[in-house]
């Protein structure tokens, strides 16, 4: 037997992973992020790894401490993290509506960077683990816009729980010009690397 698991609660990540119909558990991890790297590709991998690791250890405790409950078996979690870079910043979720606002502004008629951390973390049966990380990144071009228009955007509500402000998935699809890379990588999770990246390990999804 085996199992995977994500490291998340988002909806989005999640519909990505039913999109290509594999089956799954979601365990979000809930401890705090520590930053201790700069740049955004090592950002995202080491937040993924902290999520990662986090529910990794928790389900492993959980098996060990209950093993007259529990059948071994493989587990694979995966951990995830998405930022927006632009000039040099990282910019993550919005404090408020206020700190949207201005995020949208600095993005409007621009190109920014989302980068996604990916943390594989897998343990066999015997409790023996092992770490494999990847980021991948798309550049976005967001068409120009007035105050107006960001001002309605973000009284959607829509940009409060996203990384840089906005939901290339959502309302915000009409200000998109462009994007060079993954679009699922946008949205959340890469999707066709994660796959790839399994398969340079050795290990198929579907056969899990």
Not at 131 to 159: L, Q
Request: charged content about 25%; hydrophobic content about 35%; overall charge negative.
């Amino acid at each position: 037997m085996s199992q995977i698991v994500l490291a998340s609660n988002s909806p989005r990540r999640r519909q990505l992973l039913e999109q290509i119909g594999i089956e799954f558990e979601v365990c979000p991890a809930r401890g705090e992020e520590i930053i201790t790297k700069e740049s955004p590709d090592e950002v995202v991998m080491e937040l993924a790894q902290q999520k990662a690791l986090e529910v990794a250890s928790m389900l492993n405790e959980y098996n060990f401490s209950h093993a007259e409950l529990t059948t071994p078996q493989d587990i694979l979690v995966i951990g995830a993290d998405t930022v927006v870079a632009f000039d040099g910043r990282i910019l993550g979720k919005p404090k408020d509506e206020q700190d949207a606002k201005n995020t949208l502004k600095l993005l409007q008629g621009n190109t920014n960077s989302v980068y996604t951390g990916v943390s594989l973390v897998f343990i066999d049966k015997n409790g023996r683990a092992g770490v494999h990380n990847f980021f991948e990144k798309t550049d976005v071009t967001m068409c120009e816009m007035s105050e107006k228009e960001i001002e309605r955007y973000v009284a959607t509500g829509e940009p409060m729980d996203k990384a840089g402000s906005y939901g290339i998935q959502g309302k915000c699809a009409i200000y998109i010009e462009k994007i060079n890379g993954d679009y699922n990588n946008v949205v959340g999770l890469p999707i066709s690397k994660l796959y790839q990246e399994l398969k340079s390990v050795g290990i198929d999804l579907y056969l899990w």
